[in-house]
T-cell receptor
Framework: RKEVEQDPGPFNVPEGATVAFNCTYSNSASQSFFWYRQDCRKEPKLLMS???SGNEDGRFTAQLNRASQYISLLIRDSKLSDSATYLC??????????????FGSGTRLSIRP | ETGVTQTPRHLVMGMTNKKSLKCEQH?????MYWYKQSAKKPLELMFV???????ENNSVPSRFSPECPNSSHLFLHLHTLQPEDSALYLC???????????????????FGPGTRLTVL
């Protein structure tokens, strides 16, 4: 089982739609969670951190479910500019070395007019 | 300049060449990272430096050799690479708490634009 798994998509939705992706992780000791966004041929950029109580930033809502070991990202009122690949990132505290940083393979989102 | 910069942006090299990738961060961070991004695969963490000390080496082949002379600069020295090493190499930086092997990396990473490497 992969340490971090994402549905690769692509998700193709109309402008204005609500879309949600999940990311599952296998290590229950995982401690920090993030969503990054990567545009085509560009570097990843942080979209939002994911907090235990869930958090919202404008049209974006991130949630963490520790019991089921997944995080989610909800995008409301999607815009054309939301088209990108969304990367889930999990960090796991290390025992003999620094914490591990694991990226998911990403979910592609395409918003159509 | 601001943020994280990488040079060169594109590199083509033969299997017998020796080249170096350079990364510079202007954010006052204390940790720097090298990642490899291949087509259809997730980002793979190669090396982590915290306070200029290497704290993570994810079983990367010895043909990749990192160097971190100070907290703002990171190099990746390449020699006798293979065609399967062709990929986008991304540098990132962040704040980290702790030092050395006890350092933890829970904060946002800022990425450079990457070097697209092709090995012939």
């Amino acid at each position: 089982r992969k340490e971090v798994e994402q549905d690769p998509g692509p998700f193709n939705v109309p402008e204005g739609a609500t879309v949600a992706f999940n990311c599952t992780y296998s290590n229950s000791a995982s401690q920090s969670f993030f969503w990054y966004r990567q545009d085509c041929r560009k570097e990843p950029k942080l979209l939002m951190s994911v907090y235990s109580s869930g958090n919202e930033d404008g049209r974006f809502t991130a949630q963490l479910n520790r019991a089921s070991q997944y995080i989610s990202l909800l995008i409301r009122d999607s815009k054309l500019s939301d088209s990108a690949t969304y990367l889930c990132v999990v960090t796991i505290p290390g025992y003999s070395s620094a914490s591990k940083i694991i990226f998911g393979s990403g979910t592609r989102l395409s918003i159509r007019p | 300049e601001t943020g994280v910069t990488q040079t060169p942006r594109h590199l083509v090299m033969g299997m017998t060449n020796k080249k170096s990738l350079k990364c510079e961060q202007h954010l006052g961070h204390n940790a720097m990272y090298w990642y490899k991004q291949s087509a259809k695969k997730p980002l793979e963490l190669m090396f982590v430096y915290s306070l200029e000390e290497r704290v993570e080496n994810n079983s990367v082949p010895s043909r990749f050799s990192p160097e971190c002379p100070n907290s703002s600069h990171l190099f990746l020295h390449l020699h006798t690479l293979q065609p399967e090493d062709s990929a986008l190499y991304l540098c990132a930086s962040s704040h980290t708490s702790g030092t050395g092997v006890l350092s933890v990396h829970y904060n946002e990473q800022f990425f450079g634009p990457g070097t697209r490497l092709t090995v012939l």
